[in-house]
């Protein structure tokens, strides 16, 4: 068997001193180093949990206000065009008025030139006719009887429409 000597029973109480100190001196602040040390990275992975979760809460107030602004956008381009639309029929609307007005006043212009002509051509209608019936008569009469004889022409010309033409 195994022979009990002063030898084996001082590596023994060597072995059990080394072992008392090495569990003062390395074990515990191994252990506590590694305490220490799991420690922080279950602080760590908390911290990154909770900045995980911020970060998921400011995602969705971000993709909230994005939809928001979208909205709005959205909005704003409808109020424009309708803005536009309106516009146009207003600018419609007057261009109408004022070709309606610009129509009105030619019609008139050429009511007044037309009878501005009329007037023209009745005077050389008289004197033409003057002319000749002195021309045919070979004699002249008064003004007056002159005057008589023409006016009765030319109302007779209005009244009949000679030629198709408007007097």
């Known amino acids: 068997m195994v022979d009990l000597n002063a030898t084996l029973i001082a590596q023994i109480i060597n072995f059990l001193i080394l072992v008392a100190i ?21 602080d760590s992975l908390e911290t990154a949990e909770k900045e995980k979760q911020a970060a998921e809460k400011l995602k969705q107030e971000y993709l909230a206000e994005l939809s928001e602004a979208r909205t709005q956008a959205q909005a704003i381009v409808e109020k424009a065009a309708k803005l536009a639309e309106q516009t146009k ?18 019609q008139e212009e050429i009511a007044r030139e037309r009878e501005r002509a009329i007037a023209e051509l009745k005077g050389e209608v008289v004197t033409l006719a003057v002319a000749a019936a002195s021309k045919i008569i070979a004699q002249n009469m008064d003004e007056t009887a002159n005057a008589k004889i023409v006016d009765d022409f030319i109302n007779n010309l209005d009244g009949k429409k000679i030629g198709g033409l408007p007097c």
């Open 89 to 106: 029929e207003e600018m419609l609307k007057e261009a109408r008025e004022e070709s309606a007005r610009l129509l009105k006043a030619t």
């Open 22 to 42: 090495l569990t003062k001196v390395a074990y515990k602040p191994l252990m506590q180093a590694l305490a220490d040390r799991q420690a922080k990275i279950a």
